[in-house]
């Protein structure tokens, strides 16, 4: 038998037809959220389908909620009419949903693995690119369009093109304070935000290995930001013990099957990869994006690159362009940047983990002043009630940070929750595109342990030196 | 979908790389839930001089005359010149709608954004890649002539120039096919409905687990 990876087992396992490169691939869950499924819901209204499976389906607002209230009043009139409209699409088609004022209802990517509504080798779609997120449990999992969405709704079957098989090691052992999000971004600072286009990218190594399940969804989170729309990691005993007692997970004699099965989910000794990249852990100190692309990336001790040190004339236009932009120049410490946010939040780091290593750093200690606001806004409503149990949010709140209601918030800014023209901010979440954080705003990309001591300090700092 | 077989159009140079989703249609805009009328908005944060919002009237904003999409000489385009990893970003097909909601047809750029690729392909947009050389030297004969227009002939994936200079480009055959046929995805998967049938049943035995949700 042919060695196969991960990714190639997922593919096979998923497999309907196969007609001339282009295949058609059975999905076994699909996330839906308020931005990217009216116009897919109303594709089928119109052409009077019903989806295929409605209970593979599991829906929930979160990119337009408002984090300040407590209860399901949304102001803004435009947002609105798109959460109801999920809602009533829901109830029509029968389909599952996390109301607003439902305490299970937060992020997506958050709410899928902490429900076991996603589970390892699984094929996972949700119209939203973070579905990243879910390769963390050997699942194949990825964005996709709206189209994409209305046709997984009616057929439980996407169109798909298998991707080539990219492997990114991290061997050894990495340095005390460095987190999966440092260890992400210098895998993108590595290979490039188009280093994975056309690939399906598995992280391993002794690195991946030593992550908790959660570390492992901020990697594979942002395996988008790196052009690849699937990441994953093999199934071990950390991934099983995750989904034990789980809501949506298999129980008694059906978890030991499902159990059997999964451990198979790793790729063979001999498989064979297109690329592979291996990455020396111990080289990888605390990252912070200094330009408008998660590329654009250094550590906590270094300077602000010149863009005359960059051979490739498009890119050294796009470095000028981002430091015009962020209203930084070469040559600075990242140390010496000063900030006027900062968020703590979205599906790469809002999870329980996080908001520890957040208020480890947190405890006891004051946000600066010149910081404007500093935001904490958990990925779930169960990750905002956990942390309440373990006081977290008094931490958070006696430093002078505000403790939030579950949802994208910040992230993308399309509730209320947005930086002015000019403002910056250090951000936990994934993408520090022009504008991402509200317009004219200029996005950090850091590590909830950075982002704390940033808050703390009023710049950047290594967090393990506040 | 529209079909696409040929077409020729202005060209208009967005000399960038890396251009987001988020920046072909800003965030605000998603809140919408229909998928036309984003045309007014591609852009937006690059094309106007103030900060647009869903139900202003566009036009009687103030224009960024320094972006092209606002210059005399690219009026009426309908393809787009752009760089490496276009598209990139959120998964919104807010973005293709925008492009197409404008008029623009079809964008040549090294490469693409694997699900705005996608995307592209499902609105009957067409994206093609050709090699960096190819683009650099197209950027600047689009800069040096005023009305450069390309003919774009998805049957034979040939690029024709103003001076008869032909481009070959690659495209997938079942997506060619169903561009050519303006065929609706739904429609052709459901004639496979048998087999899909077939597949869940054999996967509700061997993975039972994906399916006890069912009734949950
Ligand atoms: S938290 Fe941010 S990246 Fe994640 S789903 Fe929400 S908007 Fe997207």
């Given at each position: ?10 593919w ?19 996330l ?30 979160d ?78 999992a ?46 993108i ?79 063979d ?28 990336v ?14 490739d ?48 750093i ?38 002078g ?5 579950p ?21 936990t ?38 | ?24 249609i ?63 970003g ?7 709608w ?19 690729f996608?995307?592209?392909f ?53 997506r060619?096919?169903?561009m ?35 009734g949950?």
């Amino acid at each position: 038998m042919n060695a196969k990876t991960l990714y190639d087992k997922l593919w096979d396992e998923h497999l309907v037809d196969d007609e001339g490169g282009t295949s058609l691939i059975y999905i076994d869950r699909h996330l839906v959220h308020e931005v990217t499924s009216p116009q897919a819901f109303e594709g089928l209204h119109l052409s009077n389908r019903k989806p295929w499976r409605p209970a593979s389906m599991l829906a929930v607002p979160d990119h337009n909620v408002p984090t300040t209230v407590d209860s399901a009043e949304v102001d803004d009139p435009v947002s609105r009419l798109q959460i109801q409209t999920l809602d009533q699409n829901c109830t029509h088609f029968g389909v599952m949903e996390f109301g607003m004022s439902d305490p299970r209802q937060g992020i997506v990517h958050v709410i899928g693995p902490e429900q076991g509504a996603t589970l390892p080798g699984m094929t996972v779609v949700c119209g939203d690119s973070h579905t990243s997120t879910h390769g963390a449990f050997g699942a194949l999992a990825f964005g996709i369009g709206t189209s994409e969405v209305e046709h997984v709704m009616a057929t439980q079957c996407l169109i798909a093109q298998k991707s080539r098989n990219m492997r990114i090691r991290i061997e050894g052992d990495v340095r005390p304070g460095v987190s999966a999000k440092d260890v992400v971004l210098a895998i993108i600072g590595e290979i490039g935000t188009a280093g994975g286009t056309g690939y399906a990218i598995e992280f391993a190594g002794s690195v991946i290995r030593s992550l908790s399940m959660e570390g492992r969804m901020t990697v594979c989170n942002m395996t988008i930001e790196a052009g690849a729309r699937a990441g994953m990691i093999a199934v071990d005993q950390v991934t099983i013990d995750y989904f034990r007692g789980r809501p949506f997970a298999p129980a008694g004699e059906m978890w030991d099957r499902a159990v059997d099965r999964w451990t198979e989910l790793h790729s063979d000794e001999e498989a064979r990869f297109d690329r592979e990249v291996m990455i020396d852990g111990s080289t990888i100190h605390p990252q912070v994006t200094w330009g408008t692309s998660p590329e654009m990336v250094v550590s906590i001790n270094d300077c602000i690159p010149d863009p005359g040190d960059e051979s490739d004339p498009v890119k050294q236009e796009g470095m000028r362009n981002a430091l015009s932009y962020m209203g930084l120049e070469s040559g600075t410490a990242m140390q010496d940047v000063f900030l006027d946010h900062v968020f703590i939040g979205s599906c790469t780091n809002s999870r329980i983990e996080d908001l520890r290593e957040a208020a480890r750093i947190a405890r006891g200690r004051k946000v600066a002043d010149s910081i404007k606001q500093a935001l904490v806004v958990p990925g779930s409503g169960l990750v905002k009630r956990q942390a309440e149990s373990e006081g977290l949010h008094q931490i958070f709140i006696d430093a002078g940070f505000q403790w939030r209601n579950p949802g994208c918030s910040m992230c993308l800014a399309m509730n209320a929750d947005r930086l002015q023209p000019g403002e910056r901010c250090a951000s936990t979440s994934n993408r520090n595109f022009e504008g991402r954080q509200g317009q004219g705003g200029r996005t950090h990309l850091v590590s909830p342990a950075m982002a704390a001591a940033a808050a703390i300090a009023g710049h950047f700092t290594d967090p393990e030196s506040v | 979908m529209e079909k696409f077989i040929e077409m020729e159009g202005i060209v208009m140079p967005l000399d960038r790389a890396n251009v987001d989703t988020d920046a072909i249609i800003p965030k605000q805009f998603l809140k919408s839930i229909k998928r036309s009328g984003f045309g007014p908005n591609l852009f937006d944060e690059w094309r106007y001089l103030d900060h647009g919002e869903p139900g202003m009237d566009n036009a009687s904003r103030p224009l960024n005359n320094a972006f092209v999409l606002n210059q005399e000489r690219y009026q009426g385009a309908q393809i787009l010149l752009a760089r490496d990893n276009f598209g990139c970003g959120s998964s919104r097909e807010h973005a293709p709608w925008a492009l197409l909601d404008y008029g623009f047809r079809c964008i040549v750029a090294p490469s693409f954004a694997d699900i705005f690729f996608n995307n592209c392909f499902k609105n009957g947009i067409l994206p093609v890649v050709l090699n960096n050389k190819v683009i650099d030297d197209l950027f600047v004969r689009v800069e040096n002539e005023p009305g450069f227009s390309m003919k774009l002939n998805l049957p034979d994936q040939k690029v024709v120039l103003p001076d008869g200079t032909v481009l070959d480009f690659e495209v997938d055959a079942f997506r060619k096919d169903a561009m050519l046929q303006g065929l609706d995805d739904i429609g052709m998967t459901m004639q496979k409905a048998d087999k899909i049938r077939q597949f869940e049943l054999d996967r509700s035995k061997a993975a039972p687990w994906v399916f006890q949700y069912e009734g949950m």
